[in-house]
C-alpha cells in the first residue's frame, strides 16, 4: 500500500482537498492505469486494489469527522476489459523433456509427482511420507505451505486423497529406499535446507524455467502442471467426478481415504495419465535416438574428406 500512496497516488491527489475529489475523475484515473505491462500499464486487478486504498482513506475521514462527509469512490466502477493472454499449456513431450533433464533425485520426483496428482504447489511442498499408504497406493493432502506457514488446502475439497497405480507406487517406493530410508513419518518428500520443505519458487526460477527456455517453452510455471493433469484425465475419457475429486476442484467435502473397494476409479485416472507419460517418454527416447544415429549430409563428408589445398 505504501508503494502506491508513494508512487501512484499521492502524485495525482495530494494537491486537492478531498471533499473536492469526484466519482468521474476517479473512475477516469483508475482506468487510464490499466493496460498491458508492455506499456508501462497496471492490471484491473491492481487497480482495484488502488480503488480500495483510496476508499479506506475516504471512510477513515468521515469516522474522523475531518470535514469530508462522502466517500466519492465506492460508485467507482472498473468496468475496462484486459486483453486476455493466451494460456500456457504443457503438452505429454514436453513434460518428459524437463523431466529427462532433471538431475536431482528430489527435483524429479517432485516435478513427477505434480504431474501425477495435480498438486497445487503449495500442496505439494506440505507432502510427507505419512501421507503415503503404501498398501493402497493412496496419498492424502490435508496439508498446504505457503510463506513458510502450514494451514490446510485452499478449499474443504483439497483434502483429499489420490490413488497412484502401481508404477507410480513403485517409482516412488525406489526414491524413498534409495534417499530417504530412514525417514521419519513427519519427514517431507521433497526436504529442503535447515529442514524445510523444498523452496518450490527457487526450484522453479533457477531448474525449470533454464531447462524449459533452452527448450523452446519459458512460460512454465507450476500451475501448468495442474492444468496438464486435469486436461490428461478429461482427454482420456475420465468421469468428471473423478477428476473434480482427484484435483480438490469439488465444491461438496467428500472423504476421499478410500478403502480397498473404492480404489478403482481413482486407479483408473492414474493409468490414463501414466500412459500418456510412458508414450511421450518413449517419443522422447525415440527422437534422442534419431538424432545420435542421423548419418552426416552430403556436403559434410565432402567437406571432411576433400583435402583443404590453400594449406600448406
Same mark, same amino acid.
Given at each position: 500500500m ?7 497516488l499521492? #502524485?495525482?491527489?495530494?494537491?486537492r ?7 468521474g475523475?476517479?473512475?477516469?484515473? &483508475? *482506468?487510464?492505469? *490499466?493496460? /498491458?505491462?508492455?506499456e ?6 491492481? =487497480?482495484?486494489k488502488y480503488?480500495?486504498?483510496? /476508499?479506506?482513506m475516504?471512510?477513515?475521514? *468521515? ?5 469530508? *462527509?462522502?466517500?466519492?469512490?465506492? #460508485?467507482?466502477? &472498473?468496468?475496462?476489459?484486459?486483453p486476455a493472454?493466451? =494460456?500456457?499449456?504443457?503438452d ?8 529427462? /533433464?532433471l538431475?536431482?533425485p ?17 500442496? =505439494? ?14 496419498v ?5 505451505l ?6 490446510? #488446502?485452499?478449499?474443504?475439497a ?5 490413488v ?29 535446507? @535447515? ?29 501448468a ?9 478429461l482427454?482420456?475419457?475420465i ?6 475429486? @482427484?484435483?480438490?476442484?469439488s ?6 481415504i478410500?478403502?480397498?473397494?473404492d480404489?478403482? &476409479? ?29 548419418? &552426416? ?14 594449406? #600448406?
Open positions: 505504501k508503494n502506491a500512496m508513494v508512487q501512484i499521492v #502524485p495525482r491527489f495530494s494537491a482537498r478531498m471533499d473536492s475529489m469526484r466519482t475523475e476517479i473512475q477516469a484515473f &483508475l *482506468i487510464g492505469l *490499466i493496460g /498491458s505491462q508492455e508501462g500499464k497496471i492490471s484491473r486487478r491492481t =487497480a482495484l480503488e480500495t486504498y483510496l /476508499s479506506s475516504f471512510s477513515a475521514a *468521515i469516522r474522523l469527522e475531518s470535514g469530508v *462527509i462522502r466517500n466519492p469512490v465506492r #460508485p467507482v466502477k &472498473l468496468t475496462v476489459e484486459e493472454k493466451p =494460456a500456457f499449456v504443457l505429454d513431450l514436453q513434460t518428459q523433456q524437463i523431466a529427462d /533433464s538431475v536431482d528430489r527435483h524429479r520426483m517432485m516435478w513427477n509427482m505434480n504431474l501425477w496428482m495435480g498438486n497445487r504447489i503449495g500442496e =505439494a511442498r506440505a507432502l510427507r511420507w505419512k501421507c503415503i499408504d503404501w498398501e493402497t497406493g493412496g492424502t493432502v490435508t496439508e498446504s505457503f510463506e513458510g506457514k502450514s494451514s490446510r #488446502p485452499k478449499t474443504k483439497g483434502e483429499r486423497g489420490v497412484l497405480n502401481e508404477a507410480q507406487l513403485a517409482e516412488l517406493k525406489e526414491y524413498e529406499q534409495k534417499h530417504y530410508l530412514d525417514a521419519e513419518p513427519e519427514g517431507w518428500l521433497f526436504p529442503g535446507k @535447515r529442514n524445510r520443505p523444498m523452496d518450490a519458487g527457487w526450484f522453479m526460477r533457477k531448474v525449470i524455467k533454464p531447462i524449459a527456455a533452452k527448450l523452446g517453452f519459458p512460460e512454465v510455471h507450476w500451475h502442471l495442474r492444468h496438464w493433469n486435469n486436461s490428461a484425465m482427454n482420456s475419457g468421469d468428471p467426478t473423478v477428476r473434480m475429486r @482427484r484435483v480438490g476442484h465444491s461438496v467435502r467428500t472423504n476421499m478410500y478403502s480397498h473397494a480404489l478403482a &476409479l481413482p486407479k483408473a485416472a492414474s493409468d490414463a495419465i501414466w500412459q500418456r507419460l510412458q508414450a511421450a517418454k518413449q517419443e522422447l527416447e525415440a527422437m534422442k535416438a534419431g538424432s545420435q544415429e542421423a548419418p &552426416l549430409s552430403p556436403l559434410s563428408v565432402t567437406l571432411t574428406v576433400t583435402p583443404n589445398r590453400g594449406c #600448406p
